[in-house]
């Protein structure tokens, strides 16, 4: 438990100190217009009050993530926890803070349209593909992951429960994708993220008046996973893939660009964006830690979780420590969460296509022709989600990988767009260090996930230290390149 609680005090120091830091390094300036308020259209432009900004974005952001990611997480011990902290404060607020920002400074951009005014706009056709297909299987995930939960709390648990909610949820993602952005997610969605809030503040209590024994740092670093049935993951990289949205995801750089166009002040950035992924750093070590209960300390034996998914851990954490009380937080928080980060995803993926196309959104004509699409091709991913045994286990897997490749490509812009404003100085690392370390992960899993290549996992060192070196390489060449141009402008 101190490890734990040392972990959320490392969380909230990081906020106070190192985001005041990278606010600093951006350079934000309350006198600039923003494009919630020069581009106001009423659908997607809209401005808003920024304690209902920063309740959408942790809800956007936060889907299952942070509580399934965590959840898997926990099983490899205290490590864990030292990845969410160091993830959240030195990664992923920073990459969440300066998609945000930048967003706002290019006038609402999406993150296809970051990328490719940054690198290349050939970057920006790849991104917008990989975005697309990123979204539509979120969209997929996070239909299936809360229909399991509601099926089980408020069905028979069978198949056709399942598919029952899975219907119902997938009408409402219809809905809400397609209605202007304030009539019903600026309505409901702080209400929900208050109950997803309330959760996790009521299971934090819970760890400490039962103060279970679990394992903390001095304990040891080692991979825990085989003791509790996963085997052949070692923490390095399977870990970093495994725990993406506590930790750092390319997903909320999807997100963030939707919640850019409805700030009102650019001085609300810090707030909104990298609070909403400390916030969501506490949440995700919450749910490691209550999990780590269930899976280290008697509690497992107790619930029969040793085997158990995470949307089952969760029913079963919640009933066992918050009673009936605790299924109705469930629907409200847990199951909330990723539903109100599907349908934004799938906004989203109607907003990338839309600006790739040119095409306006004031029209719901407009909006329909994209989204009929979207929603056909969700549908397939679900199917197959549901006709396949392991088929969700596969849609979440290549998920947690494209979500870090995500990450990797938009820190990889960030280093570029500081190292052409700071040409003398080396403030480009504090996104250059997290790209090089993110790349290493994703191509490193790729190279020894039995799921992709599935080569020799006594190779992992070597993988490692190649793809590290290979990235490090590459950035450098693209930082000098950057500077040298940066020097020559101010020359001229």
């Known amino acids: 438990m101190f490890s734990f609680l040392i972990s959320i005090?490392?969380?909230i120091v990081g906020y106070l100190f190192y985001g005041r830091f990278v606010e600093k390094v951006f350079g934000v300036d309350p006198s600039r217009v923003t494009p919630a308020v020069s581009k106001a259209d009423g659908v997607d432009f809209v401005p808003m009050p920024s304690w209902k900004v920063f309740m959408i974005q942790f809800l956007n952001i936060a889907g299952t993530g942070p509580i399934f990611g965590a959840i898997m997480g926990a099983k490899f011990g205290p490590a864990c926890y030292l990845w969410i902290v160091f993830g959240c404060i030195f990664a992923g607020a920073v990459h969440d803070f300066f998609t945000g920002m930048l967003s706002?400074?290019?006038g609402g951009a999406t993150f296809p349209e970051i990328v490719?005014?940054?690198?290349?706009w050939g970057s920006r056709n790849v991104i917008m593909i990989f975005t697309t297909i990123l979204l539509l299987m979120v969209g997929a995930v996070f239909v299936y992951s809360p229909a399991l939960i509601l099926g089980d709390l408020a069905g028979d648990g069978t198949t056709k429960w399942v598919l029952i909610w899975a219907l119902i949820i997938l009408g409402y993602y219809i809905v809400a994708t397609m209605l202007p952005i304030d009539k019903l997610i600026g309505k409901i969605y702080p209400v929900f993220a208050i109950a997803l809030l309330f959760m996790a503040v009521s299971l934090m209590v819970c760890l400490v008046i039962h103060w279970p024994s679990i394992p903390e740092f001095w304990d040891g670093l080692q991979n825990r996973a085989p003791s509790v049935g996963v085997t052949g993951q070692s923490i390095f990289p399977c870990l970093f893939i495994t725990v993406a949205c506590g930790a750092v995801s390319g997903f909320h750089a999807t997100q963030s660009p939707l919640m850019a166009r409805c700030i009102k002040s650019e001085k609300m950035g810090r707030p909104v964006f990298y609070g909403a992924m400390i916030t969501e750093g506490i949440v995700a070590l919450i749910w490691a830690a209550v999990s780590s209960y269930f899976f280290f300390d008697g509690g497992?034996?107790?619930c029969g979780l040793q085997s158990a998914s995470a949307p089952q851990v969760v029913t079963a954490v919640s009933k066992h420590w918050l009673g009936?009380?605790?299924?109705?937080l469930a629907v409200l928080g847990v199951?909330?969460?990723?539903i109100t980060s599907g349908d934004t995803a799938l906004r989203g993926a109607r907003i990338n296509i839309a600006e790739f196309f040119n095409i306006r959104q004031d029209k719901i004509g407009k909006r329909l022709l994209i989204s009929v699409p979207i929603f056909a091709a969700v549908a397939l991913l679900l199917w197959f989600n549901m006709s396949n045994e392991d088929g969700f286990n596969v849609i979440w897997r290549y998920f947690g990988l494209s979500n870090q490749m995500l990450a990797t490509f938009m820190l990889g812009t960030i280093t570029v767009w500081l190292a052409r404003k700071y040409p003398n100085a080396?403030?480009?690392m504090i996104a250059g260090i997290p790209a090089i370390f993110m790349f290493t992960v994703c191509m490193t899993f790729i190279c020894v996930d039995k799921t992709c290549l599935g080569l020799n996992t006594d190779w992992t060192p070597y993988f490692a230290a190649f793809w590290c070196v290979l990235?490090?390489?590459q950035l450098d060449t693209w930082v000098l390149g950057e500077k040298r141009k940066a020097r020559l402008s101010v020359k001229k």
């Open 116 to 120: 490719g005014s940054e690198l290349h």
């Open 324 to 328: 009936i009380a605790g299924s109705v």
């Open 426 to 428: 080396q403030h480009y």
């Open 335 to 338: 199951v909330a969460a990723p």
């Open 300 to 302: 497992m034996q107790d």
């Open 471 to 473: 990235a490090g390489l």
């Open 9 to 11: 005090a490392a969380l």
């Open 104 to 106: 706002i400074r290019k």
